[in-house]
């Protein structure tokens, strides 16, 4: 299983960004997958995660209205739309499946098996 972010960047504050995530190896797609950040000093944090199917998606309350998770499956990856960028944003952006774990319980880390290598969003004031 292969995990591959790409899209971040410098930006100013209030500025929009797009993350990938391409993902391979898996047995289908059948699988939810989040987004984490972690920034120096910090434990990794959920951002948002979203169903196999992109019918559910759930957001850490610092980032909802803001950022948007999508997916399409026939092009094996993963989105994240992040707009009205804030100072706080900056960190280390990584993307998860969720391949053994039982169905539920997004917002945990260690409930994710395979793991990007991430990708720095640095957001200036």
């Known amino acids: 299983v292969q995990l591959v972010e790409s899209g971040g960047g410098l930006v100013q504050a209030g500025d929009s960004l797009r993350l990938s995530c391409v993902f391979s190896?898996?047995?289908?797609?059948?699988?939810?997958m989040g987004w984490f950040r972690q920034a120096p000093g910090e434990d990794r944090q959920f951002v948002a995660a979203?169903?196999?199917?992109?019918?559910?998606?759930y957001y850490a309350d610092s980032v909802k209205g803001r950022f948007t998770v999508s997916r399409d499956n026939a092009k094996n990856t993963m989105y994240l739309q992040m707009s009205g960028l804030k100072p706080e944003d900056t960190a280390v952006y990584y993307c998860a499946v969720k391949l053994f774990s039982p169905p539920g319980n997004y917002f945990h880390s260690n409930q994710y098996d395979y793991w990007g290598q991430g990708t720095q969003v640095t957001v200036s004031s």
């Open positions: 190896g898996m047995p289908g797609s059948r699988y939810p």
């Open positions: 979203i169903t196999w199917s992109g019918d559910e998606t």
